[in-house]
């Protein structure tokens, strides 16, 4: 069971496994957060015509999301006029997965890192874990090394599905390609004033997901060296013991015999 040490070892974000835990917790921040904080709109205007071919100007807004599941359309009618029967309805776009398995993975992964980065400085032994070799296979060591694995394969899987999501998504939210299905623009009614959506932080967040790859893979020659597979602390005096040391320190040398 852990013990809260007395003196918090802030020395540790001086060292490499430290430093990186705290690179790892905020772009794990910026990936999901531009994410979920993205806001998409595009739309167009619509020229209906009515029967007394008076010309009427309807505006069409479309506003998506996170979680990219819908789009929200909204339609001005102005002075009671239609060229659409509602004034709002949702289309489907079904990018609910990849977008929702990004968030969760850079979620997991700032909570993971904040966890980590806490035991080090206020829970690690320091003078029990620099003598020791087996620090037993349970150890945060051990365990951090296990988990970063881990987040290397999640990050990858993530940021490959949500970049192909993403790709869905803006073929989906083409205005261009939107109009041209509307039946707000079929003849007599004629669309102009496109304006398209950004995807700047969407463009960023796939980015973001994959150097978080990169640096949890980075990660993981530093978190190796803590394990008991790589050089072990003491590994003679550890196998020999005691007992070991004392029979080596009675033996005469082979001179004075």
Not at 8 to 20: D, L
Not at 177 to 204: K, Q
């Amino acid at each position: 069971m852990p013990t809260l040490n007395s003196k918090p070892n802030f020395n540790i974000f001086k060292e490499p496994r430290g430093f990186i835990k705290v690179i790892e917790l905020f772009i794990a921040i910026f990936a999901f957060a531009t994410t979920v904080g993205y806001r998409g709109n595009y739309g167009y205007n619509a020229l209906c015509t009515d029967k007394t071919n008076k010309t009427v100007t309807q505006h069409v807004s479309v506003d998506f999301s996170y979680t990219f599941d819908e789009a929200r359309v909204y339609v001005d009618q102005p002075n009671g006029f239609k060229c659409v029967n509602v004034s709002q309805y949702t289309q489907p776009l079904n990018y609910k997965s990849e977008s929702e398995y990004f968030v969760f993975v850079g979620t997991t992964c700032f909570l993971y890192a904040i966890g980590a980065a806490l035991y080090y400085t206020f829970f690690e032994d320091q003078v029990k874990d620099s003598t020791s070799t087996d620090i037993g296979i349970c150890s945060l060591p051990v365990v951090d090394f296990a988990v970063s694995v881990l987040y290397v394969i999640f990050w990858f899987t993530a940021s490959i599905a949500w970049a192909a999501g993403l790709s869905g998504l803006k073929n989906a939210t083409q205005v261009g390609v939107n109009v041209a299905l509307s039946t707000n623009c079929r003849t007599p009614n004629v669309c102009n004033n496109l304006t398209g959506a950004t995807f700047a932080a969407l463009n960023v967040s796939v980015l973001l997901g994959f150097l978080n790859c990169v640096v949890w893979a980075f990660n993981l020659w530093f978190l190796f060296k803590e394990t008991p597979w790589h050089s072990p602390r003491r590994a003679a005096n550890s196998m020999a013991g005691p007992d070991a040391e004392a029979v080596t320190q009675e033996t005469p040398p082979a001179s004075a015999i």
